[in-house]
């Protein structure tokens, strides 16, 4: 199983960037995807994940209302469109495959290798 981050850069305060996920190796319809971000000296956190339909999406406090989620279950990929771009929101952002577990949460089973996003203001 292997999945592929890509499409962070350099970009200003403003900007807006598209993150893609290209799975390969598993079922990817049956798989939640997420995406995470770990700023430099900071743990890896939550950002937006998308349910393995593409029905329920969610997103962090942080990024809501500028970050779009949406998958395609035939190519393999899941995309994260990030708008009005803000310094903090420079890191590496990885995403992730999971399930449900037994607490309802998903459980993030694969990783990509992640994309680094970095804001200039």
């Known amino acids: 199983v292997q999945l592929q981050a890509s499409g962070g850069g350099l970009v200003q305060a403003g900007d807006s960037l598209r993150l893609t996920c290209a799975a390969f190796g598993l079922t990817f319809g049956r798989y939640a995807i997420g995406w995470f971000r770990q700023a430099p000296g900071k743990e890896r956190v939550f950002v937006a994940a998308?349910?393995?339909?593409?029905?329920?999406?969610y997103f962090a406090d942080s990024v809501r209302g500028r970050v779009a989620i949406a998958r395609d279950n035939v190519k393999n990929t899941a995309s994260l469109q990030m708008n009005s771009l803000k310094p903090e929101d420079t890191a590496v952002y990885y995403c992730a495959a999971g399930r449900l577990g037994p607490d309802e949460k998903y459980e993030y089973e694969y990783w990509g290798q992640g994309t680094l996003v970095t804001v200039s203001s």
């Open positions: 998308i349910n393995w339909s593409g029905a329920s999406v």
